[in-house]
């Protein structure tokens, strides 16, 4: 009984977000999962349009991973630097001169910009999406291809932006005014790397939408469905 539930419920879900296929053995399952918790989704893996889609998302979330495991290392070295300096600051006095102006240009700057492509493709971001269920399916893809054509433009702005200080800062040698004089084009190029990846993940947003407009399949992957847990004792009054 709970087995027949289970599946009525995935197939009313796989319905809701790709309202042109069903789920069978060989385009299921529909949405991976880490931890609980649903993480990204799949398309169905039936046409040409499909697999050529899925492709590019694979190849792309291949760069992102690497960049998100650099954000990582960042984040870690900022840990590290932080307690190192806290310790020699009031143990021995002798604080890291250093520690402030690297941390500030080089690694949270690599913490933001080169996790942002890893995060959009896992839908990572804060979405309102009280009308997503009741929105007709091409109305939702035409928005999606909106809002991600918009943010493709931004981010490519940024960008050029981010290239013509990184040519600039690269011919002069540009450095801070630092105990330390760090260069400063490793920063722009950081911020490059991050923005330049991220507009190709919304830039294959924006064009699987819309295509997926004319076409009775999802061409790209849909935002996850939203993840609920059932209340018992107490909680569920």
Not at 113 to 128: E, N, Q, R, W
Not at 166 to 184: E, M
Not at 213 to 224: A, G, H, N
């Amino acid at each position: 009984m709970q087995g027949g539930l289970a599946k009525f419920s995935a197939t009313m879900r796989h319905r809701q977000f790709f309202p042109g296929s069903e789920i069978t053995a060989e385009n299921g399952p529909q949405w991976y999962k880490k931890g609980g918790i649903v993480v990204a989704m799949k398309p169905p893996k039936n046409g040409g349009a499909v697999r050529g889609m899925s492709a590019v998302s694979r190849g792309l979330d291949v760069l992102e991973t690497g960049l998100a495991a650099l954000a990582c290392v960042a984040l870690a070295a900022i840990m590290l630097i932080v307690v190192v300096d806290v310790a020699m600051r009031y143990a021995l006095s002798m604080p890291l001169g250093w520690s402030y102006d690297l941390i500030g240009l080089y690694l949270v700057v690599a913490v933001f910009f080169l996790m942002l492509p890893d995060t959009l493709h896992h839908h990572g971001h804060v979405a309102i999406d009280l009308f997503q269920g009741v929105l007709p399916r091409r109305f939702r893809h035409l928005g999606l291809a909106v809002g991600y054509a918009a943010g493709a433009l931004v981010m490519a702005l940024i960008g050029l932006e981010a290239w013509d200080r990184f040519q600039s800062s690269y011919a002069g040698q540009d450095r801070i005014a630092a105990l330390v004089p760090w260069l400063t084009w490793p920063a722009y190029l950081i911020v490059l790397t991050g923005t330049a990846l991220l507009t190709l993940r919304l830039i294959y947003r924006a064009v699987g939408h819309g295509l997926s407009i004319f076409s009775r399949l999802d061409l790209v992957e849909m935002p996850p469905p939203p993840e609920t847990t059932a209340l018992h004792g107490e909680d569920a009054l």
